[in-house]
Each structure stands twice: as structure tokens, then as C-alpha cells.
Nanobody, 115 residues
Framework: QVQLVESGGGLVQPGGSLRLSCATSRSIPRISTMGWYRQAPGKQRELVARIFTGGSTYYADSVKGRFTISTDNAKNTVYLQMNSLKPEDTAVYYC?????????WGQGTQVTVSS
């Protein structure tokens, strides 16, 4: 059974930075994409950033220029560097790994941006 373990969330002031990490419990074959989603209270879960096997990336318009997604394949880990954080970035952030037949999800990590 594959598990995704997230870390790095917390409370940060507006303008601050956080780095989220998501480590898989073992190597996952045939990965299509790895990504980060978030869900704020009362809102639907939304895609924040995604990285494809070939290295190309996608970012939601709301985070372009502020967030960067990256991977360390040797460590089976995906990262989300979040800079210039805003209160509207407050949400539970979920790691996602997509393979052709299913999605794997982490348990979520809370990010709160507040002064």
C-alpha cells in the first residue's frame, strides 16, 4: 500500500514563505503527474501546481510567479515552494500522484497565512 506523507505546513505571516514536502512510502511506477491541490473552508478542492513526468509544469493563475513545484526522484518526493504568501492561500494542501489507473492522495497539511 502506497502512502504519501506531507510535511511543511504551518502558520506564516503575509509575504512569508513555506516549503511543503510529500514523500511516497515507496517508488511508484508509471507516474503521469505529481501535484498539489488545496481546499479552503467552504470551497472545492482546486489544483495548485502539477509536474509531468517529462518535467513540464502547470500552475494555477492565482499562484503563478509565487509557487514552484519540483521533485527529487531519488527520494520519491515532490515539493512546493510557496513565496509571497497571501491570506487567500490559506487552505489544507494535498499531495497527489497520478498513474494511469488511479490517484494517490496525502492526508493534507494545513497552511495558514495570517498576521
Amino acid at each position: 500500500q502506497v502512502q504519501l506523507v506531507e510535511s511543511g505546513g504551518g502558520l506564516v505571516q503575509p509575504g512569508g514563505s513555506l516549503r511543503l514536502s510529500c514523500a511516497t512510502s515507496r517508488s511508484i511506477p508509471r507516474i503521469s503527474t505529481m501535484g498539489w491541490y488545496r481546499q479552503a473552508p467552504g470551497k472545492q478542492r482546486e489544483l495548485v501546481a502539477r509536474i509531468f513526468t517529462g518535467g513540464s509544469t502547470y500552475y494555477a493563475d492565482s499562484v503563478k510567479g509565487r509557487f514552484t513545484i519540483s521533485t527529487d526522484n531519488a527520494k520519491n518526493t515532490v515539493y512546493l515552494q510557496m513565496n509571497s504568501l497571501k491570506p487567500e492561500d490559506t487552505a489544507v494542501y494535498y499531495c497527489n500522484v497520478n498513474v494511469p489507473v488511479r490517484d494517490y492522495w496525502g492526508q493534507g497539511t494545513q497552511v495558514t497565512v495570517s498576521s
